[in-house]
């Protein structure tokens, strides 16, 4: 059973930062994207940043660009956001995500607030 485990959310002032980390687990196959997503109240879910083992490079929403950074622990299984210059318009619910051909699995989310 994949799972996939957040952890580093919580409350920072406008300018902050924070490190969000997401532990996967239970999944064997090597062809998939592993990222983040974020939903503010009242809004629709949206990807924020991705890291893909079948091209190069990351993604970046462009909200975030230049103040967000993915990384990947392959020996740990482990994917991470560090979050710079937080906005208020940051705060919101953060997922990750695991994208293979045949599925796509969801973390609990974990709550990001900024304050202004």
């Known amino acids: 059973e994949v799972q996939l485990v957040e952890s580093g959310g919580g409350l920072v002032q406008a300018g902050g930062s924070l490190r969000l980390s997401c532990a996967a687990s239970?999944?064997?196959?090597?062809?998939?994207?592993i990222g983040w997503f974020r939903q503010a109240p009242g809004k629709e879910r949206e990807g924020v940043s991705c890291?893909?083992?079948?091209?190069?490079?990351?993604y970046y929403a462009d909200p975030v660009k230049g103040r967000f950074t993915i990384s990947r622990d392959v020996a740990k299984n482990t994917v991470y956001l560090q979050m710079n210059s937080l906005k208020p318009g940051d705060t919101a619910v953060y997922y990750c995500?695991?994208?293979?051909?045949?599925?796509?699995?969801w973390g609990q989310g974990t709550q990001v607030t900024v304050s202004s």
């Open positions: 995500n695991l994208q293979s051909p045949r599925a796509t699995y």
């Open positions: 239970g999944f064997t196959f090597d062809d998939y994207a």
């Open positions: 890291i893909s083992t079948r091209y190069p490079g990351t």
